[in-house]
Structure formats: structure tokens, C-alpha cells
Nanobody, 124 residues
Framework: QVQLAESGGGSVQAGGSLRLTCAAA????????MGWFRQAPGKAREGLAV????????TYVAWLKGRFTISRENAQNTLYLEMKSLQPEDTATYYC?????????????????WGQGTQVTVAS
């Protein structure tokens, strides 16, 4: 079992940047596929990016267009999401999630372990 806790959310003006952190507690962090997802009011939860176990290979959804970067530091049991050029449409609750075994893809239904979420608000 792994436990996840997000931090780093807040309010930022359009065009600004934020770095989100996900701290994981538990064994074998390096064996988990880790992902970032978000959910805006009135919308379904959607995938943003995942990063593979051990190798650290990232995969992004196409519509991000290079604005977000996912990374991990296995020695510290920590996952990051660097967000740039933020827009009001990025306002949402952001979640990290973990999956062990199977594919590593930014698909909500693939993940069973979730953090509590951190709020990101982007003002124009």
C-alpha cells in the first residue's frame, strides 16, 4: 500500500507557473506508475501525464502542448508536476495517483490509489 499527499497549489495570474509536489509513503515507490490528473467544477476528471516505474519515461496527453513537465525522484519518494503558461482554463483540483502493474498511461480508470488533491486557481 502507498499513501499520497499533494502540495504546492495556490492562486496565480494567467501566464504564471507553479510546481506541484506529491509525497508518497510506502514501500517500492520506484515500482509504481505515477500520474497527475485534474478535475474542474462540472467536468470529469482527466489525465494529464504519467511517468513509468524505474525508467522514468514520461507520457503526456496531446493537448498539453508542452506546457507541463512530470518528473520523479525515487530516492525521495516524490513526484512533481511543473506547470507553465497557466491559463484560467487550468483552474481545477489536481490529484496524483499510483498504479502497480499493467500499462502506464494517463487513464483515470487505470489508477486505484489517489491523493486528497490540491487546488490551483488561475486568474486573468
Amino acid at each position: 500500500q502507498v499513501q499520497l499527499a499533494e502540495s504546492g497549489g495556490g492562486s496565480v495570474q494567467a501566464g504564471g507557473s507553479l510546481r506541484l509536489t506529491c509525497a508518497a509513503a510506502g514501500d517500492s515507490f520506484s515500482s509504481y506508475c505515477m500520474g497527475w490528473f485534474r478535475q474542474a467544477p462540472g467536468k470529469a476528471r482527466e489525465g494529464l501525464a504519467v511517468i513509468s516505474p524505474s525508467s522514468g519515461l514520461p507520457t503526456y496527453v496531446a493537448w498539453l502542448k508542452g506546457r507541463f513537465t512530470i518528473s520523479r525522484e525515487n530516492a525521495q519518494n516524490t513526484l512533481y508536476l511543473e506547470m507553465k503558461s497557466l491559463q484560467p482554463e487550468d483552474t481545477a483540483t489536481y490529484y496524483c495517483a499510483a498504479r502497480r502493474g499493467g500499462r502506464c498511461a494517463p487513464v483515470v480508470g487505470d489508477f486505484g490509489t489517489w491523493g486528497q488533491g490540491t487546488q490551483v486557481t488561475v486568474a486573468s
